[in-house]
């Protein structure tokens, strides 16, 4: 049996939705078709929730979902074409992708230099933008903070909340009185009562600060436990880290609208900066990539930086459309 074949039939808006999914991974998707699906999932409940199970349907069975638009009676609706797909391209140091265009750009599973949302993130219950932080209450007592550019999903119901963090930063803070909480984050899971912490993800790689309380961490057959001012990290490259002390105020300045900087390369500055910031910053010389740098930037005023970046090492800076600056 394929694939395809355990897929069950679909009806007219499940149809739309799963090639809603098929056209935002074929490589051709513009900002005009995201804009376009947008409206489409505002048509009401029904819209948002196919589009989100076509999301899970291509998690599962991939390519064979074509098979599954191809089986059904009546034709799949295409998503409308946009202007031209690609009609100038910056390309950066001779190796980086498309990142601009005039006619529009591209909504691709893995969109290039991560301006723009990924499918995962577009089928997120929640999620923020460049510069945005957003608060919401998943739970009775349970309050979650996101930072910029988090994509997060609840995956079960208020009693025994299940977050699922795709990407992204979030504050959760889980009050005496709530329910224990799980959050996954890229293959591990985090659980915590009555605690107050910090988990980031991002290219993969997960960060979990407790500032109050107990966490625990399960990845891959290992288990850590983290209290007040405890840190560690996981991913594949690196592993389970042991458990270190935290920075506490460090690490919450982003709830204050702050960035605080201590003894950086610049290179991690511009990433942590490209975060936050509008467009992106590409360092262009290794050398002032490797300088040092600390201080104390303000999340609603990083277009400073690049000023500094000029007056402390004498970096050179060329603006490019769509935001984009090239140091050297």
Not at 153 to 161: C, D, K, L, N
Request: aromatic share 6%; net charge neutral; glycine share 8%.
């Amino acid at each position: 049996m394929s694939a395809a074949d355990e897929m069950p039939e679909l009806d007219a808006v499940q149809r739309q939705a799963l090639a809603w999914v098929i056209r935002l991974n074929s490589g051709e998707a513009t900002s005009d078709d995201a804009a376009a699906l947008a409206m489409w999932r505002q048509r009401g409940p029904e819209y948002e929730e196919a589009f989100r199970e076509a999301v899970r349907q291509w998690r599962t069975f991939g390519d064979a979902t074509r098979d599954l638009l191809g089986r059904t009676e009546a034709a799949p609706m295409r998503p409308p074409r946009s202007r031209a797909v690609v009609s100038r391209r910056f390309v950066i140091g001779g190796s980086m992708a498309a990142a601009a265009a005039v006619g529009g750009v591209y909504v691709a599973a893995r969109p290039p230099l991560g301006l723009w949302p990924s499918i995962e993130e577009l089928a997120a219950d929640y999620r923020t933008g460049k510069g945005e932080r957003r608060t919401i209450a998943v739970a009775q007592n349970m309050v979650v903070t996101l930072n910029t550019q988090t994509a997060l999903s609840v995956r079960s119901a208020a009693t025994a909340p299940r977050l699922e963090l795709i990407s992204g930063e979030a504050a959760v803070d889980v009050k005496p009185e709530a329910a224990a909480v799980v959050v996954d984050a890229a293959g591990g899971r985090i659980e915590a009562l009555q605690a107050d912490f910090n988990v980031k993800c991002i290219d993969h790689k997960v960060s979990v600060v407790c500032f109050s309380g107990a966490v625990q961490v399960d990845w891959k057959g290992q288990r850590a436990a983290l209290t007040a001012s405890q840190q560690l990290t996981y991913s594949e490259e690196g592993g389970l880290t042991p458990v270190s002390s935290a920075d506490p105020e460090q690490a919450t300045a982003w709830q204050r609208g702050l960035l605080l900087v201590r003894d950086w390369p610049v290179e991690r500055l511009v990433a942590e900066i490209n975060r936050y910031r509008p467009g992106r910053i590409v360092v262009m010389d290794d050398q002032l990539g490797r300088r040092m740098i600390s201080g104390t930037f303000y999340l609603d005023h990083l277009d400073d930086f690049v000023a500094q970046l000029r007056g402390l090492f004498g970096a050179s800076a060329r603006t490019l459309p769509g935001g984009i600056v090239l140091l050297s």
